[in-house]
């Protein structure tokens, strides 16, 4: 099976060198919704305001299976 890779971008978080095992890229995908979800959940609201991130997905050859760009902005003072 093949692996692919969660990079996220604008976070401090190191890159993704292991990766993850899908049976492809619709599951590469479905997977970088459900860990962008937990992110959000876990973070608990710590994104409003601040500057964008994004999960960049890959497959093992570097090409780009799916981007989910995340940012928040609240109410203006």
Known sequence: MPRYFFHLVGSPMPEDSLGTVCPGPEDA?????VAAGE?????????WDGPEWRMHV??????TVC???ISGRGPSA
């Not at 992110?39 to 994104?47: E, Q, V, W």
Request: charged share 40%.
């Open 39 to 47: 992110m959000l959940r876990d973070i608990d609201g710590a994104f």
């Open 67 to 69: 981007e989910i760009r």
């Open 58 to 63: 890959t497959d093992e050859e570097g090409a």
């Open 29 to 33: 995908r479905s997977q970088a919704v």
